[in-house]
Every structure is written in structure tokens, then in C-alpha cells.
């Protein structure tokens, strides 16, 4: 991103975020949302390449129909509140959440590293407030949404070898995570993000270094520290305890007004990721020798990422509960 216009156009999504957040009426949630996409696509184009085009294609399609839908109900909910259920509909459908995923993982699998990771982090942030705006009437059909998506994350990333489809279908098991957390307390949906940014940023670090996409060529590092914070990383992200994704599911369990049902498919959903993120590292973790181990070191800019990722939920929730 060397180039201004790309400052200019993350300066748009950044500034359209915060619109929505702080919007009052749903036409500014909605000029908010179109600016974002808007300043999104432009950076969805790093070499330029057919594959590129192609992506930014189906998001900008994907993304669309979720603003008319929105902004279709939104008028219409003036008379009936009803409809405030395709609201959240079309919120679903810009978040990428099962079942409306079918644009997500092609989109992820033809992006750079760097679009994708804003996809998976950034662009949540705005349909997520939008939909924690919303009254209490969609939230008996987001729920459920939110166990479909926890399920079919965990289900959907089993067969990957691919370390960015691995990200994308934990990414859309994290996302009905959160939607899950909209219908406990505020303070939990914004921690339970930030933590969740910060962890794949950690990621985001590491996988900028290595040039892989095959998780045995990555997990193949001649550093060994280098692949055991990763290795730690990747865990905390499935949710093994007590690192702070297991923390941050766990609060989502004791302060959510789900049924019984949602929490049991959301849990069964965490298992299945946890499932294939142990088989991923577990292995390779124990092929290591202790004393090679103790003898390498990480770069500072890696262990402040790391360090952020585990520790910095951890004091939020202790300055907020």
C-alpha cells in the first residue's frame, strides 16, 4: 500500500466504521455501510490480477444485495417492526455467515493476505454494531443463525489444508460467536471482538514472514519459537483453555440469554474447530527438541503482537466485570 490513494481509501473505511457506529437513524447506517464497501474494494487489489477482479466482483455483488435489503426494510419497518428480521438478513449476508456464506470463502481463497485479513477482522465490525442496534424481535432469528455458523465453521474447516481456508471457516464459526454474544452484555460483544482481532492479527504476522499456504510448509520453520507462539496462537484461536479464546467463549456461555439449544450447538461447534486446530499443531508441537527449543528467539514485533493477543482481553475483562 505505497501508493496515497490506498491511505485515502482505508481513511473511507476506517471514517465509514465509526459513521455506523455512531449513527442514530438507519439512512446513516446505511451511508456508512456503502461507504465502507466502497472503500474496501480498492484495497482488494494488491498485484491486480484476474483472480482479484474476480473477488472483488462477488463481494461488491454479495455486499449489494445486503444493502438493499436493508434499506428496502428499513423504510418499511417505519410501519411494521416486523420486518426488521431482513434487517438482520441482510447483515447476515454482509457478515458471511452460514447459511449465507456462499460468497465468502471464494472471495477469501482469491485475496492477497493483507485484504484478507481485513475482511476477516475490520469488515465484521460495522454489521456487527448494526445488528446489536437492532430491537429485541430479530434476536429469536439470529440465534439460530448463529448455532448454523458455529457448526458449519467447525464442520467446513475439517478437509482444508489451506491455512487462509482454515482462517475462513474459523472466522465464520467465531462470527455466529458473536452474534450469540449480541444477546448478552454489550461490554462482551466489543471484548469478544477485540480479542478476536488481536489473535488473528498475531496470525497475520507470522504468516507475512513464511509466504506459505499449505500448513505443513508453514509449521515446517527452521525457528522452532517461531512455530510454538504460533502453534499457541492458532490454539487460543480454536479456543483451547485457558488461553483467551476459550476465556472469551466462555464468558459468551455465562452471560448470554440464548436457549439451551443455541449454547449446545455453539459448544459442539467449538469442539469440531478445536478438533482440527490440535490435529494441525499437536504433532508437529511434540517433534521439537526441548533444548533446541530454549536456545532460539522470537523478533520484538512478533512477541509484542503475541503478547497483546493473550494478555490485553484478559485486563479488559478485568477492568470491566
Not at 441482510?90 to 481485513?118: D, E
Request: hydrophobic share 50%.
Amino acid at each position: 500500500m505505497k501508493s496515497p490513494n490506498k491511505l485515502l481509501f482505508m481513511f473511507l473505511m476506517i471514517s465509514s466504521t465509526c459513521m455506523v457506529a455512531s449513527s442514530s437513524n438507519w439512512l446513516t447506517t446505511w451511508m456508512g455501510l456503502e461507504i465502507n464497501m466502497l472503500g474496501y474494494i480498492p484495497l482488494m487489489f494488491m498485484k491486480e490480477s484476474s483472480s482479484e477482479s474476480e473477488a472483488a466482483v462477488k463481494y461488491l455483488v454479495s455486499q449489494s444485495l445486503g444493502s438493499t435489503i436493508f434499506i428496502a426494510s428499513a423504510i418499511v419497518s417505519v410501519y411494521s417492526n416486523n420486518l426488521q428480521i431482513l434487517m438482520a438478513v441482510a447483515m447476515c449476508l454482509k457478515l458471511g455467515v452460514a447459511p449465507f456464506h456462499f460468497w465468502f470463502p471464494p472471495v477469501m481463497a482469491s485475496l492477497q493476505l493483507t485484504p484478507a485479513f481485513i475482511l476477516l477482522t475490520w469488515q465484521k465490525i460495522a454489521p456487527i454494531l448494526t445488528i446489536s442496534s437492532l430491537n429485541s424481535l430479530p434476536m429469536n432469528f439470529i440465534m439460530p443463525i448463529a448455532t448454523i455458523s458455529a457448526l458449519w465453521g467447525g464442520i467446513g474447516g475439517l478437509n482444508q489444508t489451506d491455512i487462509r481456508s482454515l482462517l475462513t471457516y474459523s472466522s465464520i464459526s467465531h462470527t455466529g460467536w458473536m452474534l450469540a454474544s449480541i444477546n448478552s452484555n454489550y461490554i462482551i460483544l466489543i471484548t469478544y471482538l477485540t480479542a478476536y482481532m488481536l489473535i488473528n492479527a498475531s496470525i497475520y504476522a507470522f504468516l507475512t514472514k513464511e509466504h506459505t499456504k499449505s500448513y505443513k510448509q508453514l509449521f515446517s520453520s527452521k525457528e522452532p519459537m517461531k512455530f510454538y507462539i504460533l502453534a499457541i496462537t492458532i490454539l487460543s484461536l480454536g479456543g483451547l483453555p485457558p488461553l483467551t479464546g476459550f476465556i472469551m467463549k466462555l464468558l459468551v456461555l455465562m452471560f448470554t440469554k440464548a436457549k439451551m439449544v443455541v449454547i449446545f450447538g455453539l459448544i459442539i461447534g467449538a469442539l469440531t474447530s478445536l478438533y482440527y486446530y490440535l490435529s494441525l499443531t499437536f504433532s508437529t508441537l511434540l517433534s521439537f527438541n526441548k533444548i533446541y527449543l530454549t536456545k532460539t528467539q522470537m523478533t520484538s514485533s512478533q512477541a509484542i503482537l503475541f503478547l497483546l493477543s493473550q494478555i490485553l482481553p484478559l485486563t479488559l475483562i478485568l477492568f470491566l466485570f
